[in-house]
């Protein structure tokens, strides 16, 4: 196996990495996503629940709804920080992810420079090959053509 092939494999693997590296990033993004939307809506439950059980404390309310309204909406805090602890993970996930990626892309484009660096090193060396044969080829034509016409000096001579 040749060293460009050896490279051309070197370089289908590693542009399977990086594409094994994008879906895991469009995975956490996803999740990133997904995390902060029941955020959000944990946030926007809260603060329509408020409201509406401050219209009707205004109205009046008993103790016992008091203490129901104050426990549940502790409970609901308690959600929304796991929740937002979730988020802050799943942007860690994102941003690890995206490193990762990074990485990848910087491998396929390494294997591809010594690919084209290969290609060209082979190139010049299939120039001066060709250019020896030239040279040595002009030579001989260059030598025959200087023998035949000594022999003909020669012969004119005598």
Do not use: P
């Not at 409201?51 to 805090?77: M, P, T």
């Amino acid at each position: 196996m040749s060293t460009l092939q050896s490279l051309n494999l070197l370089l289908e693997q590693a542009e399977a990495e990086r594409d094994t590296a994008l879906a895991a990033l469009q995975r956490a993004r996803e999740a990133a996503d997904g995390a902060q939307a029941q955020a959000d809506g944990l946030l926007t439950y809260r603060g329509d629940y408020q409201k509406r059980w401050s219209q009707q404390f205004s109205q009046s309310g008993a103790i016992e709804l008091v203490h129901c309204y104050r426990s549940f909406n502790e409970r609901l805090d308690h959600a929304i920080e796991h929740q937002q602890r979730v988020v802050s993970q799943a942007l860690g996930a994102c941003e690890r992810a995206r490193d990762e990626l990074q990485q990848r892309e910087l491998r396929v484009a390494s294997v591809k420079k010594l690919i084209e660096r290969r290609v060209d090193e082979e190139r010049r060396m299939a120039e001066r090959r060709e250019q020896k044969m030239t040279d040595e080829s002009a030579q001989r034509s260059a030598w025959q053509r200087g023998g035949t016409a000594a022999m003909f000096d020669m012969a004119g001579t005598w």
